[in-house]
């Protein structure tokens, strides 16, 4: 569609439905209907809205405050804006434009005088995108591997959400693309076995069920500090990232891509190759500091954990959730991504989190 086509506010509220979701926001209307159900606060957020002015809604502090990068993925469903020679544009519309138009008189102008067209036109997204970071419409890594990006912009930019109706795309060659995508479902098949086969060994090596059981409890409560540790120290190594290409794209591939695609369905559970690789050593660990019955049993227990975590945070990101604790985790988790990611690194719980003293305080 074309964002500088104009519409009338009576436009707008005809598409209040999930099969055509529009609103407005700052004068201008975007067609959220394909990020409804991805949205992170549930796609009932949206479609109580539809068809209406959000401007009000969305800067309101305490219901429902959005970051910057919020902000920025609204442009990819920009269609178009509201027909200001109509009568009946809506009052947060009014009120939000009396503002800005306040703030900008305020602000120094340098000699230039900018017009009320000035403050609503389009962003030119494609040549947004291209100038700011990757152009999402080509393939990822060959971008980032060519870029001389510095650590502090390629961070700044990695960390503010972007979203696709589909997949993006990282490698220009589809064979080595397959690999890259890894359906939820895929990790219950190649995990459970691995699970079974640890406790049947286990038994096998003396444990009593009971005693199985035991050490199979107590691996996954090792599992929810492993989780914690690996996110935090290994996926947001921030701080101690050297400053090079290099360094970045193996960033941008172990945890980065997921901060700058959140909603991307077939990039949000590990990869089994990645598990394993994470897997071996821990295994080797447990096998170590414990003897090899008990081992075999904690073991069970943290790859089940690990199991575990990875459907909950599929679930967190792409669920219509249970309230009990599940409605909690989806809105500690999604304000890491949304609005604080050096913080809320708990995905199944927050345990960890104020043990260490890393909760987000909502």
Excluded at 187 to 204: A, C, D, K, M, Q
């Amino acid at each position: 569609m074309d964002p500088n086509k104009t519409y009338t506010v009576q436009e707008v509220q005809a598409h209040s439905s999930r099969d055509s979701c529009w609103v407005i926001h700052n004068n201008k209307v975007y067609n959220m209907t394909s990020f409804a159900a991805d949205h992170p606060g549930g796609d009932d957020l949206i479609l109580d809205h539809a068809g209406q002015d959000i401007t009000a809604l969305m800067k309101d502090e305490l219901t429902h405050l959005h970051s910057d990068g919020a902000y920025e993925m609204m442009d990819d469903f920009l269609v178009g804006v509201i027909n200001n020679s109509n009568s009946n544009i809506t009052a947060a519309t009014i009120q939000s434009s009396a503002a800005t138009r306040e703030l900008k008189k305020r602000a120094p102008q340098e000699g230039k005088t900018l017009s009320e067209e000035d403050y609503l036109r389009p962003t030119d997204l494609i040549a947004d995108k291209k100038t700011k970071f990757l152009d999402l419409s080509k393939p990822l890594l060959y971008q980032l591997w060519n870029s001389d990006y510095s650590k502090a912009f390629y961070l700044e930019q990695v960390h503010i959400p972007r979203h696709l109706s589909g997949p993006a795309r990282i490698f220009g060659s589809p064979y080595l693309e397959v690999f890259t995508k890894t359906p939820w479902f895929i990790i219950p098949i190649f995990w459970l076995p691995i699970v079974t086969y640890n406790i049947h060994w286990s038994l096998g090596a003396g444990l009593s069920p009971d005693q199985a059981v035991t050490f199979f409890l107590s691996g996954m409560v090792l599992w929810t500090l492993a989780e914690y540790i690996i996110h935090r120290f290994l996926f947001h190594l921030d701080d101690l990232l050297p400053d090079s290409t290099v360094w970045l794209t193996a960033h941008f591939l172990l945890h980065g891509i997921h901060h700058y695609l959140p909603m991307d369905r077939l990039r949000l559970v590990m990869p089994p190759a990645l598990a394993v690789a994470l897997a071996l050593p821990l295994n080797k660990l447990g096998h170590t500091l414990f003897p090899e019955p008990q081992a075999y049993a904690i073991m069970a227990g943290a790859f089940f954990g690990y199991v575990l975590y990875d459907m909950t945070h599929y679930y967190l990101h792409h669920a219509k959730v249970f309230k009990i604790h599940f409605q909690e985790m989806k809105t500690y988790h999604l304000a890491h991504h949304y609005k604080n990611y050096d913080g809320g690194y708990g995905i199944t719980s927050k345990i960890w989190d104020r043990v260490f003293n890393t909760e987000l305080k909502l």
